[in-house]
């Protein structure tokens, strides 16, 4: 097995060792797994000279497949910096020998990326690498012993590795170049994610947002390797999405066909799953005001608050709505909400009835190559019985605190054998002023969910779920769950930090929840700096912080980076611990 060179180590700026130094990775998000030393059979380290810039150079793009040139062609100018001379080329022609011109090998090749991911090459932590479909392989040498040019291959067997081996070339030039003097050492990069699924959702009812932002946002997800754009785009206030079946539908501002047609087409090219959630069956106030055939009659022959979950024709509007943004956003997901429902036995609308809405639109899904995807919210564990809602479907818990009187909490759904994604309110909610700084938020990380007190754990502990190496007992704490565990928050303010488990196959990954924030303010409070500042425009939010960035990283590495360290390659540079955590996990039944 390879030898893994440290994270720590290579995010921080190693001390040259005689002629030549390492490669830094500080500012490189999220931080590659595997990172190796190059080393050939006579001993040269592969050491290369940067060019003096990064504004001005020359990437000389060479594909040596015709998958490669059609994939350069298509996505290197959406990431490629404007400041920087972009050329794209195959193996058969002449490289150019301008002054500073680096040339990058591209590859995709089934059977060269299965070999190198094949070989039981693992990070420092012992992981096996997974999702080789987003795998990569990335290597900085000089040409030769006598040569140190640079010059960098990527190697991948499906476009998205190419991206992402393109994304972490830009960060470790634009770290590297301006900061490093005289020859750097050869490496070779090894990466992949732990979790598939790498979100940012935004609420685009209760703020509308405009083509503009989408398309810009975009950029924002491929820097940082997230793949799921989740677009919440229908509730009670109005539907942001076009429809031709339905045209007096959407609010005002919602997209165009033509808008949408050039999203998805963006998205596509980045790697990018764009999510459209229709949140049903609550949350449809707008939808029941503009669609009367959906809308339930109670037993007195008057009109529900609620929709029809159980007549042929309001499950054939819901299910022709959901079918044009299927068809308008391809993809393996269909996002229902199903959350925070109202029951009403008047109207026929009841536990038993809303379960059987989310298997009939589970089937639907399934029809259309769908997995269907829903906020929780139904009893996972009906009473001690077998789960009622298909198995299948993705639960994706927020708030645990409000689904009482049923046991709706994480390990609940998990115990019962659901698949999960985290997107847990505390701390993965931006709503308002509501938002967890950057300070709090690098000790998250997919396993871990809100900061609440259910299942034993003290109010100011994490609630986690299980994970691969479960039975492992350095992660396991002094609660006695079956399958839950409680995390101090701060555990890893300690010199001897060990991180938590990695996320098992039925944890799926999450995403950053941004709620009814306005447009203009979710670069910052997503994507923002540490220390900046608003104008007076933005009193009452949240304040910026590099929340996506932060969240990036954990959900591609797990808690392999210890979070003194992630907080100071996003750019925070000051470090003050919190008070030490309690030592026992306090019993608590009582919500506060």
């Not at 987003?134 to 140190?148: K, R």
Request: aromatic content about 10%.
């Amino acid at each position: 097995m390879w030898q893994v060179v440290s994270l720590l180590m290579l995010v921080t700026n190693v001390v040259a060792q005689g002629c030549s130094r390492d490669v830094s990775l500080s500012g490189v998000i999220p931080v590659p797994r595997a990172v190796i030393p190059h080393e050939l059979n006579d001993g040269h380290t592969g050491q290369f000279l940067l060019p003096e810039s990064f504004s001005g150079m020359t990437l000389v793009f060479v594909a040596k497949t015709e998958r490669a040139q059609q994939w350069a062609a298509a996505s290197l100018p959406l990431i490629t910096p404007s400041s920087i001379t972009l050329r794209i080329q195959t193996d058969k022609d002449e490289i150019p020998e301008s002054a500073g011109a680096i040339p990058i090998y591209l590859s995709l090749d089934d059977a060269k990326t299965q070999q190198f991911m094949s070989s039981n090459l693992s990070d420092e932590h012992g992981r096996i690498m997974e999702n080789r479909e987003e795998a990569y392989h990335l290597s900085f040498t000089g040409i030769d012993e006598h040569d140190n040019q640079l010059q960098v291959s990527i190697d991948a067997s499906h476009a998205a590795g190419l991206l992402y081996g393109v994304q972490t070339m830009l960060q470790i030039l634009k770290s590297n170049i301006n900061h490093s003097e005289g020859l750097i050492r050869g490496i070779h990069v090894y990466d992949s994610p732990v979790s598939s699924y790498r979100g940012i959702m935004i609420d685009n009812v209760r703020k509308v947002h405009n083509a503009s932002f989408h398309m810009a946002i975009l950029d924002k997800l491929a820097m940082y390797k997230l793949n799921i754009y989740h677009l919440h785009s229908s509730d009670d206030q109005g539907y942001s999405m076009p429809t031709k079946a339905y045209p007096n539908l959407p609010m005002a501002g919602a997209l165009t066909q033509d808008e949408v047609v050039a999203l998805q087409d963006k998205a596509f090219k980045l790697n990018i799953t764009i999510v459209a959630e229709v949140d049903l069956p609550g949350h449809s106030t707008s939808l029941r005001q503009k669609l009367p055939s959906i809308v339930g009659m109670d037993t007195n022959g008057k009109p529900c608050n609620s929709i029809n979950v159980t007549g042929a024709q309001s499950l054939n509007v819901l299910t022709t709505l959901l079918g044009e943004l299927m068809e308008a956003f391809p993809g393996p997901y269909l996002h229902l909400g199903a959350d925070e429902v109202r029951f009403n036995a008047a109207c026929n609308f009841t536990k038993e009835t809303y379960q059987g809405f989310i298997n009939y639109m589970n089937g639907f899904a399934k029809k259309n190559n769908r997995t269907l995807i829903v906020w929780g919210g139904f009893d996972p564990n009906p009473m001690g019985t077998a789960p009622v809602v298909d198995l299948d479907v993705i639960v994706s818990p927020f708030d645990v605190l409000r689904e009482l009187p049923w046991p709706h909490r994480p390990h609940n759904y998990y115990d019962a054998g659901y698949s999960m994604l985290n997107t847990a309110w505390n701390p993965l909610y931006i709503a308002g002023s509501a938002a967890t700084n950057a300070e709090q938020l690098v000790y998250w990380n997919p396993t871990k969910y809100g900061k609440y007190p259910p299942h034993g754990c003290a109010p100011t502990q994490w609630q986690s779920l299980p994970s691969d190496n479960w039975n492992n007992p350095r992660y396991v704490s002094s609660f006695s769950g079956q399958n839950a565990s409680c995390w101090p928050d701060t555990s890893a303010h300690s010199t001897s930090y060990i991180p938590s488990p990695y996320p098992s196959s039925r944890m799926r990954g999450g995403a950053l929840c941004s709620w009814a924030n306005p447009q203009d303010s979710e670069m910052y409070t997503i994507f923002g700096a540490c220390g900046q500042k608003y104008n007076s425009t933005y009193n009452g939010l949240a304040p910026p912080a590099p929340r996506g960035q932060i969240v990036a990283q954990r959900l591609w590495s797990g808690a392999s980076l210890d979070p003194s360290t992630l907080l100071e390659n996003v750019g925070c540079s000051y470090w003050q611990p919190p008070p030490p955590p309690p030592s026992t996990c306090t019993k608590v039944d009582a919500f506060v």
